[in-house]
């Protein structure tokens, strides 16, 4: 049975309130993490939305209220669907591979520190949930400090790439640093998988950086 003109128009209306909605969400989580939250407007936002102003307030309320909603979206939901030993390489594979097709979470987290008391809490209590989450792959009594220095590292690879933008890190191949953090991070949190394949990785890196050092081609 087809929908009346009515249904039809409310229809349109409904699916046209989600779309804009969500290109809000998008351009609210490129903005922060080009600019952190303090920098980034609500003009600007509306305007990489495509939107109205009035609009990002009547689906948000606030921008504080957007900067959550940015925060559940990204980090809220990598935590609930990566399984604890790959949440640390796919946290770290996002903030190195960047653009918009990426989880920039931890950019965000990275440009707005320093914002707001209220946001710097929202920020702590997204940092304690990852490090809660990575703690249960030590099995030390110190468990908790291990997840911390992790975090830690995690973090500030991304402050040196994204943010200082510093070479060699800044222009370096994902897979390389991965390969680099992930094979070294085994001395903190136990139970990460074996490091094989990162070490194929690493092998296969040096072993092209020494035929290019001496000026071979690799067969």
Not at 124 to 141: P, Q
Not at 179 to 204: F, H, I, M
Request: aromatic share 4%.
């Amino acid at each position: 049975m087809g929908e009346t003109p009515q249904h039809g128009t409310a229809g349109a209306h409904r699916r046209d309130a989600q779309g804009t909605r969500l290109r809000l969400l998008d351009a609210a989580s490129e903005l922060f993490a080009e600019r952190g939250y303090e920098r980034a407007t609500v003009r600007d936002i509306a305007a990489r939305a495509g939107a109205n102003q009035a609009l990002l307030f009547r689906y948000f309320g606030s921008k504080k209220a957007l900067f959550g909603e940015v925060m559940a979206r990204g980090g809220q939901e990598q935590l609930r669907t990566t399984p604890a030993d790959r949440l640390f390489e796919v946290a770290l594979r996002g903030m190195l591979a960047g653009g918009a097709e990426s989880d920039r979470s931890l950019e965000v987290c990275l440009r707005s520190i320093g914002g707001s008391d209220e946001i710097g809490d929202a920020l702590r209590g997204l940092g304690e949930e990852y490090a809660d989450v990575l703690a249960t792959l030590s099995r030390s009594e110190n468990g908790g400090l291990r997840a911390d220095l992790a975090l830690s590292w995690l973090l500030g690879i991304g402050l040196m790439r994204v943010v200082v933008a510093k070479e060699p890190l800044a222009s370096a191949d994902p897979d390389t640093v991965c390969a680099l953090v992930t094979g070294a991070l085994g001395s903190l949190l136990e139970s990460l998988p074996d490091g094989g394949k990162e070490a194929d990785v690493l092998r296969s890196s040096d072993s092209a950086a020494g035929h290019h050092r001496r000026g071979e081609t690799p067969a």
